[in-house]
Nanobody, 120 residues
Framework: QVQLVESGGGLVQPGGSLRLSCAASGSIFIVYAMGWYRQAPGKQRELVANIISGGSTKYADSVKGRFTISRDNAKNTVYLQMNSLKPEDTAVYYC??????????????WGQGTQVTVSS
C-alpha cells in the first residue's frame, strides 16, 4: 500500500511564497513521475508541474517562472516552491505519483490535498 503525505499549504498574501512537500511511503517499487495538480472551485483538476525519473520537468503555462518543482529520489519526496503567488493560484493542491508496486500494475497515486489560499 502506498501513502502520500502532503504538507505546506496555507494562507498567503499576493506576492508571497509557499513550499509544498509530498512524501511517498509504503510498498512503492518504481516511481516514474511525481507532480502536483490543483483544483479550484468549479474548475477541473489541472496539472501544475511534474518531474519524471530522469529529471525532466513540465509546468503549466500559468506558473512558469514562478513555481519550481524538485524531487529527492532517495526520500521519494517531491517539492513545489511557489513564489509570486496570485489570487488565481488559490486551489486545493494534490500530490500525484505515477508508480508501480512490486508485482503490481502501473498506477496513479494521489494525496489527500492541501489548501492554498492567496488573499489579502
Amino acid at each position: 500500500q502506498v501513502q502520500l503525505v502532503e504538507s505546506g499549504g496555507g494562507l498567503v498574501q499576493p506576492g508571497g511564497s509557499l513550499r509544498l512537500s509530498c512524501a511517498a511511503s509504503g510498498s512503492i517499487f518504481i516511481v516514474y513521475a511525481m507532480g502536483w495538480y490543483r483544483q479550484a472551485p468549479g474548475k477541473q483538476r489541472e496539472l501544475v508541474a511534474n518531474i519524471i525519473s530522469g529529471g525532466s520537468t513540465k509546468y503549466a503555462d500559468s506558473v512558469k517562472g514562478r513555481f519550481t518543482i524538485s524531487r529527492d529520489n532517495a526520500k521519494n519526496t517531491v517539492y513545489l516552491q511557489m513564489n509570486s503567488l496570485k489570487p488565481e493560484d488559490t486551489a486545493v493542491y494534490y500530490c500525484n505519483v505515477d508508480g508501480r508496486e512490486v508485482g503490481g500494475a502501473r498506477v496513479d497515486y494521489w494525496g489527500q490535498g492541501t489548501q492554498v489560499t492567496v488573499s489579502s
